[in-house]
């Protein structure tokens, strides 16, 4: 190899160990190897040496190129590596680090609260049922004892649809189907979603989750609702619960009533509790679902799903269940 040859492999191999990122390795390449490169020029050099001395010179400098071109590639490759490991880290790459931890959802606290009230009620022998959320004004308020001259109907102004039909205000329209379709006697649950043409406030939602509970059967009387209340309350609240009835009007029950709960969840307060609206299913409902009010008796209840998970959690603004705030939703994360 001429000393000329010998210095400018090793310049050309130097200035690419040199070369700190991708932008200086291309600089050193088309330096040595591009068009205007001096191993090229070199290379292009060889038709003006004599025939003996061309194969000999030829093959260094050939030799010369294989080796910087080797060298350019395993560079490349090196500093791609780091640039995808800063792209990714911000930083070096480390394979020591341990990795990114993948984003793991939770249920969503109502649905957390809804698949509790389930398990409760699936050990007291009731079934869940479900109903649409789109519901005929027959099932919503008729054959619930609210006829369109009834006042109840404004406090459940809802949204109708263009064919007559409405969002259901409430899950008391599945009672009628159930009863409809399964008969007496019956136990039933129905968590869903209801809609009433409301001013949203921090106390009010368009948008919010009851469940209904219904049991048809023989001689059932107050006695059998509080008693189920009763097992409802205390496996929510872990406690045996201090409950009082109070009379309550819903046009679908009768006797209805308030059912409220002393201090529920242990703030101290001398404070009753409005949780469970409830009554004994009026007769005339037991008749539009097809029962026969002289032989059976029943009692419903409905829930309000927010309302349960605003005390349970100390949450004052219903419309955080809704709002889609992560930092609100990952704090119902189980481990
Ligand atoms: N549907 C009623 C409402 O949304 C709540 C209710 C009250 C349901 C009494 C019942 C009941 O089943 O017995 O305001």
Redesign the pocket.
């Known amino acids: 190899m001429s000393p000329d040859l010998a210095q400018l492999r090793a310049e050309a191999l130097a200035a690419i160990d040199a070369a700190e990122n991708l932008d200086a390795l291309k600089g050193a390449e088309s330096q040595y190897l591009g068009k205007k490169g001096a191993l090229t020029a070199l290379l292009r050099s060889l038709g003006t040496l004599s025939a003996e001395e061309r194969p000999a010179f030829g093959k260094a400098v050939n030799d010369a190129k294989v080796d910087v071109t080797t060298r350019l590639e395993a560079r490349e490759e090196k500093l791609s590596g780091v640039a995808l490991a800063d792209a990714l880290e911000g930083g070096p790459f480390d394979p020591t680090e341990p990795g990114i931890p993948p984003l793991v959802g939770n249920l969503h606290p109502i649905t957390q609260v809804t698949h509790e009230l389930v398990d409760i009620f699936e050990g007291m022998g009731f079934s869940q049922c479900d109903g649409p959320e789109v519901e005929f004004e027959w099932f919503n308020f008729d054959a619930l004892n609210i006829p369109a001259s009834h006042p109840a109907r404004d406090t ?1 102004d809802t949204f109708w649809l263009d064919d007559g039909n409405c969002l259901r ?4 329209p599945t ?1 009628l189907r159930a009863m409809l379709k399964l008969g007496a006697p019956l136990r039933v649950i129905v968590p869903g979603r ?1 809609f009433r043409n409301e001013a949203v406030d921090a106390t009010h939602e368009h948008t919010f989750y ?1 469940m ?3 049991m048809v059967d023989r001689d059932i009387s107050v006695a059998h609702l509080i008693y189920v209340m009763k097992t409802l309350l205390r496996e929510i609240l872990g406690k045996d619960p201090k409950i009082r009835l109070r009379p ?1 009007f ?1 046009p ?2 009768e006797p ?1 009533f308030e059912l409220d709960v002393h201090d529920p969840f242990d703030s101290g307060e001398d404070k009753w509790l409005e949780i469970l ?3 004994m299913v009026h007769p005339e409902v037991l008749r539009f679902g097809g029962i026969d009010p002289e032989e059976w008796t029943g009692f ?3 829930l309000g799903l927010q309302r349960l998970a605003m005390l349970r959690y100390g949450i004052t603004d219903i419309r955080d269940f809704t709002g889609g705030d992560r930092r609100f939703l990952r704090q119902f994360r189980r481990a």
């Open positions: 459940q205000t409430h899950t008391s009672q209801c009851q209904e509970g219904l309550g819903f679908f029950v209805g609206p409830c009554g419903a209840f409905g």
